[in-house]
């Protein structure tokens, strides 16, 4: 198993771009997240989603979007691109049955640069 | 509203000595989860531990240790004779079972340096 890949590592990008982060897992995880990480920082939920079809806003969310078409894909969707969204964006999976949150495993982040 | 504070922002010892970092936590939540989890320098999130509201009893995992005080409202973390691959930094963070959606809220790290 790969768990959870996030493409691409790095990134830099103009204000005003657009960029979609891609995030899979191939666990079978139903539930979903994209996080954010700023320096010196915990990590701050922007979205999430507990099964294809269905997503939700975090704590983060403005400046973002998401889809989740099928269980094992989540994109993350930057429309125009602001100098506040440099950050390390960290996708999650984890799978549950609703009777308790469990355990939550990381891609390796995708480092984002906006100049 | 929840929350999750880690105690000390940095701590720095000298290999063999013990550390311990401190988290506390505020939820009107009765069931929820509380999890550690390690950053490396090289950036990824490993996790470490995970624990349910209702289990109270302390937890060995080799030179790993975790507290945990309903009564305090703290869930801290010893490293036993560290080691300089300990340094990293170090998330405690909360999730409420109320919520039905494992929406983790994590305090703002301990950064931790092991000297050699």
């Known amino acids: 198993n790969a768990g959870v890949t996030q493409t691409p590592k790095f990134r830099i990008l103009k204000i005003g771009q657009s960029m979609t982060l891609q995030c899979a897992q191939d666990?079978?995880?139903?539930?979903m997240y994209w996080y954010r990480q700023d320096p010196g920082m915990g990590l701050k939920l922007i979205y999430y989603?507990?099964?294809?079809?269905?997503?939700d806003k975090g704590e983060v969310p403005n400046g973002y979007n998401v889809s989740r078409s099928t269980t094992e894909d989540f994109p993350l969707r930057l429309e125009l691109a602001a100098p506040s969204q440099t950050s390390v964006y960290f996708c999650?999976?984890?799978?549950?049955?609703?009777?308790?949150?469990?355990?939550?495993?990381f891609g390796p982040g995708t480092r984002l640069t906006v100049l | 509203a929840q929350k999750v504070t880690q105690v000390q922002t940095e701590i720095s010892v000298v290999e063999k000595e013990d550390v311990t970092l401190d988290c506390v936590y505020e939820?009107?939540?009765?069931?929820?989860?509380l999890f550690w989890y390690k950053q490396p320098p090289s950036g990824e999130l490993v996790f470490l531990i995970r624990?349910?509201?209702?289990?109270?009893q302390n937890e060995i995992s080799g030179r790993y240790s975790w507290n945990f005080q309903k009564s305090t409202s703290s869930f801290n973390f010893t490293i036993t004779a560290s080691q300089v691959v300990d340094s990293a930094v170090y998330f405690c963070?909360?999730?409420?079972?109320?919520?039905?959606?494992?929406?983790?809220?994590f305090g703002q790290g301990t950064t931790l340096q092991v000297k050699p």
């Open positions: 999650a999976s984890s799978y549950s049955t609703g009777d308790a949150p469990d355990t939550q495993y």
């Open positions: 666990m079978n995880h139903n539930y």
């Open positions: 989603s507990v099964g294809a079809g269905i997503t």
């Open positions: 939820t009107r939540d009765t069931t929820y989860y």
């Open positions: 624990r349910n509201s209702f289990d109270e």
């Open positions: 963070a909360l999730s409420a079972f109320s919520s039905n959606t494992g929406k983790l809220i």
